[in-house]
C-alpha cells in the first residue's frame, strides 16, 4: 500500500495534522513549527495514528469509510518534497 508523509504542526493557536504538500505549507502560519511527523495510508490511519500521538479518543466509527492514498498523490508528494524548503 502506499504511505504518505504527514506532520504535525503547532501555533499559537493549537495543531494541525496533514499530509505534506505545497497547498498545507503555504497555509499554514510563519510562526508554525513542526512537532511530529510520521506515515500514513489513508486519512484515516493518519488521523488514527496522530490520536494515538495525541493520547487522545480516537473519533472514528468502526465502520466510517476510508480511501487509501493513491500512487498519484504518492508521485505529487515526491515531487513537492524534491523541491520543499521547510520553515524551521
Known amino acids: 500500500m502506499i504511505e504518505l508523509l ?3 504542526w503547532e501555533d499559537d493557536l ?11 505549507d503555504v497555509r499554514r ?3 508554525s513549527r513542526t512537532v511530529h511527523s510520521f506515515r500514513a ?3 484515516r490511519e493518519a488521523q488514527y495514528l ?3 500521538w495525541s493520547e487522545i479518543d480516537s473519533i472514528w466509527p468502526e465502520d466510517a469509510f476510508d ?6 498523490e504518492r ?6 518534497l524534491s523541491r520543499r524548503q521547510v520553515r524551521k
Not at 493549537?14 to 498545507?24: D, R, S, T
Not at 480511501?67 to 498519484?72: D, H, L, N
Not at 508521485?75 to 513537492?80: G, I, K, N
Open 75 to 80: 508521485r505529487a508528494q515526491d515531487e513537492y
Open 41 to 43: 495510508r489513508s486519512f
Open 29 to 31: 502560519s510563519p510562526s
Open 67 to 72: 480511501e487509501p492514498y493513491t500512487e498519484e
Open 6 to 8: 504527514i506532520e504535525v
Open 14 to 24: 493549537g495543531q494541525q495534522m496533514g499530509a505534506v504538500k505545497e497547498f498545507n
Open 50 to 52: 496522530y490520536d494515538i
